[in-house]
């Protein structure tokens, strides 16, 4: 069974850094895209960055190009993404997102986390 388990999320002031994992396990890591995705309160989710099966291709949204990098860690099993000068409009619940398509970024994964939160507030 595939389990995606987000982690550190929290509350930051604008212009600070924050790093999120999602450690992955029930499936095989290594051949799987990863993305990113966040939703605010009252909008749609959204994605904001992917990294193919290899860790040789990311890609990102427009709005975080720049300030966030999505990276995988194979040895863990897990996907990073740092995210530097946060901005309010930055805050979300971000979630972890997998697909057995090796590439990317699409519209849909299959799995998903349950999310973690981030503020972004002085």
């Known amino acids: 069974q595939v389990q995606l388990v987000e982690s550190g999320g929290g509350l930051v002031q604008p212009g600070g850094s924050l790093r999120l994992s999602c450690a992955a396990s029930?499936?095989?890591?290594?051949?799987?895209?990863m993305a990113w995705f966040r939703q605010a309160p009252g909008k749609e989710r959204e994605f904001v960055a992917g990294?193919?099966?290899?860790?040789?291709?990311?890609y990102y949204a427009d709005s975080v190009k720049g300030r966030f990098t999505v990276s995988r860690g194979t040895a863990k099993n897990t996907v990073y993404l740092q995210m530097n000068s946060l901005k309010p409009e930055d805050t979300a619940v971000y979630y972890c997102?997998?697909?057995?398509?090796?590439?990317?970024?699409?519209?849909?994964?299959?799995?998903w986390g349950q999310g973690t939160q981030v503020t972004v507030s002085s």
């Open positions: 997102a997998a697909d057995p398509r090796s590439e990317g970024p699409f519209l849909e994964y299959d799995y």
């Open positions: 029930g499936m095989p890591f290594s051949t799987y895209a």
């Open positions: 990294v193919n099966w290899s860790g040789g291709s990311t």
